[in-house]
């Protein structure tokens, strides 16, 4: 049986592989409509600033979950990060690569601390919207390495807009 030349032959998007839409790109004017609906939306809900702070917190933590989801599915089957250098060169590589098109610049490790990491970005997207603390906790909680993330802008005259995301482990994660 012949089918007309106007139907479509595409396989659903359901029924698509997941790795198929790897090269999908967000355009970065649809994020930021969309980072600003979820800003008015948290602020018409918030009283105070730390309420606001808060709920925007929340919203990146979510976003840090929903990513490292999708990336474990797209991963290797049955293989899950259980050393801290591991996960941490998935996130400066896969992870930042899914959020922000590129690979982090750096990795370090702390020097006053054993259990401090840097990751860094000399050209952050991020800091054209948000800083990035919540999701990156968020990843780290999902893969069982709890940790405190916080955002440093460190610019220099070559890189002005530089930061840096300090990683501090809690005991029970540097012990994996």
Not at 49 to 59: A, T
Not at 158 to 165: D, S, Y
Request: aromatic share 10%; with cysteine; proline share 4%.
């Amino acid at each position: 049986m012949n089918r007309p030349s106007f139907v479509s032959k595409r396989v659903p998007i359901l029924d698509r592989s997941i790795d198929k839409n790897r090269g999908n790109e967000v355009n970065i004017a649809a994020f930021a409509f969309l980072f600003c609906e979820m800003l008015q939306y948290a602020q018409k809900r918030a009283n105070w600033i730390q309420d606001l702070e808060k709920r925007l917190s929340d919203f990146g933590y979510r976003v840090g979950i929903r990513v490292l989801e999708v990336q474990v599915a797209r991963g290797k089957p049955n293989r899950r990060e259980n050393r801290v250098l591991g996960i941490l060169y998935f996130i400066h590589s896969n992870m930042w690569k899914v959020l922000f098109g590129k690979q982090a610049d750096s990795l370090e490790k702390g020097t006053e601390n054993d259990d401090e990491y840097m990751i860094s970005d000399n050209e952050p997207q991020i800091s054209k919207f948000i800083s990035i603390p919540k999701e990156l906790s968020a990843v780290l909680d999902g893969s069982q390495f709890p940790a405190r993330v916080s955002a440093h802008s460190t610019g220099t005259d070559q890189f002005p807009l530089r930061a840096e995301l300090l990683i501090k482990f809690d005991k029970s994660g540097m012990n994996k």
